[in-house]
């Protein structure tokens, strides 16, 4: 009786070192130009080679810069290094590349799926720990130090330590105006951002298989917040056809074999998990964070917190330092609060239905005056999508800047930066002190939300937005 997650590890052990580690074998490696640079030269050191380079991959996706022209330039010095060395180190190994200027190029975790590289069962590593969003398709994703990116390059398998197995199950019907995003919140300041820390998570429910893939994309990314070292949902049928459409070199023989294959995908009946947590989609609201980790977070009609005496003292420390930061007066309503910014994009919710979802707000609306809004697609494959769909001009039209693809706003790594005391509405994954900018305040929240606080110039409950006439 094996948990979904066993069945991955002990499929993919390619020797146990001892009662707590094993050599993993990797299916699929991502890189990224951050974290590979070192990697690549420490292998170059050793006089190694890459013997499995058809099953690493690349993607500049950090430091490029989205400024809404054709030719896309890096003008930070050490940026365009990390870039260049990434193309020189890919052609060196005959390593796939999307480059700075490929019009596929995006976020490395939204460009890998979109390509049917992610397939159910597969092992997947990166030196990014949002690595974790390939659990919406059944595969073990998780991120890696760079000395362990170098250890796959050379090898493609990892040391790896075991996890312990958590079963979050969520049942009931997310309420109309909430999202995965709200979800995943409202977990995270349920169990804190340490409280899967240790363990691979398993999403299951009825909540969970009707989420839509994107969803789930956002739900498993973000369980990395909760500290979790991986985060699986078993491949159903819905998961199967989202690769199939995307894995058009999957011939008649071998589909028969994967879908033999992908249907063992799941946890046996009676597997035992560590830890349970159930939580009801039913209770689901628009949630806003108010602080500088992600399980500070509220219900958009709550009050900001002060500091809790009867919590121990490095919470009330941190309580005290992320209400100084947030600039947040205790007691005050966090609907109302006004905001001078709106970042919709990164690898948690910038995918077509994200850019749908904030679309159907914005639709008939402005930009408030006084805010900056910028919408920044996934990928150029989404964004493409997204021009094809008029959701551009819409956005555009309602005042928003409609940019080319990449991390940028989410942690700032380009000239996208937010100056100090700018308050931002944004629907990333981590609202750390200075992540957007030094003393840029991040309020995380779902697309539909963020377009709801652009379109007024503050923080505010989507569903509370009077209808558009005409
Ligand atoms: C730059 C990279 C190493 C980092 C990560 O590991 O997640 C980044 O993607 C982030 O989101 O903070
Ligand atoms: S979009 Fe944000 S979270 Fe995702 S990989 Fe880029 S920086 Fe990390």
């Not at 363990?199 to 969803?215: K, P, Q, R, T």
Request: charged share 20%; proline share 5%.
């Amino acid at each position: 009786m094996k948990t979904l997650y066993r069945k991955l590890v002990d499929s993919h052990a390619v020797a146990v070192l001892d009662a707590q580690n094993v050599l993993l074998f990797c299916d699929l490696h991502l890189m990224n130009e951050y974290t590979s640079p070192q990697a690549f030269a420490g292998l170059h050191e050793q006089g190694r080679g890459v013997p499995l380079p058809g099953q690493n991959v690349a993607v500049v996706s950090h430091i490029i810069p989205t400024h809404p022209v054709m030719k896309r330039v890096i003008n930070d010095p050490a940026s365009a290094l990390q870039a260049s060395n990434l193309k020189r180190n890919c052609e060196r190994h005959r390593i796939p590349l999307f480059d700075t200027n490929d019009v596929l190029q995006g976020i490395e975790h939204v460009v890998a799926p979109e390509h049917g590289m992610v397939r159910p069962g597969m092992v997947i590593l990166c030196g990014d720990s949002h690595t974790t969003t390939y659990g919406a398709l059944g595969a073990l994703g998780f991120g890696i130090g760079t000395s362990e990116v170098e250890h796959v390059l050379a090898t493609q398998t990892l040391v790896y330590r075991l996890a312990q197995d958590m079963h979050i199950r969520i049942d009931g019907q997310l309420p109309p105006g909430t999202t995965a995003k709200d979800l995943i919140l409202m977990v995270i300041g349920r169990i804190s951002a340490q409280g899967a820390r240790g363990f691979v998570v398993e999403f299951s429910g009825s909540a969970i298989d009707a989420l839509s893939i994107e969803a789930r994309f956002t739900l498993c990314n973000m369980a990395v917040e909760a500290g979790a070292r991986g985060a699986l949902i078993a491949p159903d049928a819905r998961a199967i056809d989202h690769v199939l459409q995307r894995a058009p070199d999957i011939d008649t023989a071998e589909r028969d074999m994967a879908l033999a294959h992908w249907a063992t995908l799941r946890s046996d009946a009676g597997a035992r998990f560590d830890v349970t947590h159930r939580f009801n989609a039913g209770e689901v609201v628009p949630h806003v964070t108010w602080g500088t980790s992600p399980d500070q977070v509220l219900p958009i009609d709550g009050l900001v917190p002060g500091v809790d005496p009867a919590s121990d003292a490095a919470t009330q420390r941190s309580t005290a330092q992320a209400l100084r930061y947030t600039r947040l007066a205790v007691g005050a309503a966090l609907a109302g609060t006004p905001v001078q910014h709106v970042f919709i994009g990164s690898c948690t919710n910038g995918r077509i239905e994200d850019l749908r979802a904030a679309a159907d707000v914005v639709r008939g609306r402005r930009v408030a005056a006084g805010v900056r809004a910028m919408v920044v697609p996934g990928s150029g494959a989404v964004k493409s999508q997204a021009e094809a769909e008029g959701l551009a001009a819409l956005f555009t039209g309602a005042g928003f800047e409609w940019r080319q693809p990449g991390c940028s706003m989410c942690l700032a790594m380009n000239d996208d930066v937010l100056a100090d005391g700018v308050r931002c509405a944004s629907t990333t994954n981590r609202n750390f002190e200075g992540r957007q900018g030094r003393g840029a305040i991040t309020h995380l929240m779902s697309p539909a939300m963020a377009a709801a606080a652009a379109v007024t110039g503050r923080l505010i409950d989507v569903r509370s937005l009077e209808p558009v006439h005409g």
